[in-house]
Every structure is written in C-alpha cells, then in structure tokens.
C-alpha cells in the first residue's frame, strides 16, 4: 500500500488548511485511515482515524475543530483543520492500518503569524 498526501503549509492562527491522502495498492485489507503528527522535539501522536465503517477518533486537542472524513470508494482521508493554533505545527502523516501498518511521507503544516 502506497499513501500519497497532500496539502499543508503555512497559515496565520486561526486559519483553516485540509490535508489529503490517497491510498494505492492493496488496499482490500485496510480498515483505519487518519492522520498523525509530530512536531519538533516531541513524540509522533494521533490526531485522528476513521474505520471503514465511519467510526471516528480525536485526539483531545482538536476535538471541536479538525473534522476528518473518508471515501471508501476512492480511498481517500481527509482531514479538515479550522481554529488552527501555533501548537498544531508539526509534520503530519498520513498512515493506513492493514495487515501492517503504512506511512505516507509527512508533509509540513506551520501555523504562525
């Protein structure tokens, strides 16, 4: 399974950006897809996942604010991020959960004035 993300960069607090990703290949035996980051000096933590059946789960800090979405029929995730503050700065990844796990290449997402 290939994970191809897309979107990020820099936006002012209080912006909004949405991250995609697109997964290719075996992609029968995925059933979680969401998103992680990891911002400079700390651990990679959950932001959010969706099930293939449309159960979701937030990472406490953006509850109310990032909403993520999913379409099976294209395999794709999308994360939607509003309200952003300068504590969302971080890489974030894309990862899919099958037999194993995979990781799209992170891709930058900077808030700041």
């Known amino acids: 399974v290939q994970l191809q993300a897309s979107g990020g960069g820099l936006v002012q607090p209080g912006g909004s950006l949405r991250l995609s990703c697109e997964a290719s290949?075996?992609?029968?035996?995925?059933?979680?897809m969401g998103w992680y980051r990891q911002a400079p000096g700390k651990e990679r933590e959950l932001v959010a996942t969706v099930a293939r059946d449309g159960n979701t789960d937030y990472a406490d800090s953006v509850k109310g604010r990032f909403i993520i979405s999913r379409d099976n029929t294209k395999h794709t995730v999308a994360l939607q991020m509003n309200s952003l503050k300068p504590e969302d700065t971080a890489v974030y990844y894309c990862h899919a959960e099958g037999r194993v796990d995979y990781w799209g290449k992170g891709t930058l997402v900077t808030v700041s004035s």
């Open positions: 290949g075996t992609v029968f035996y995925i059933n979680h």
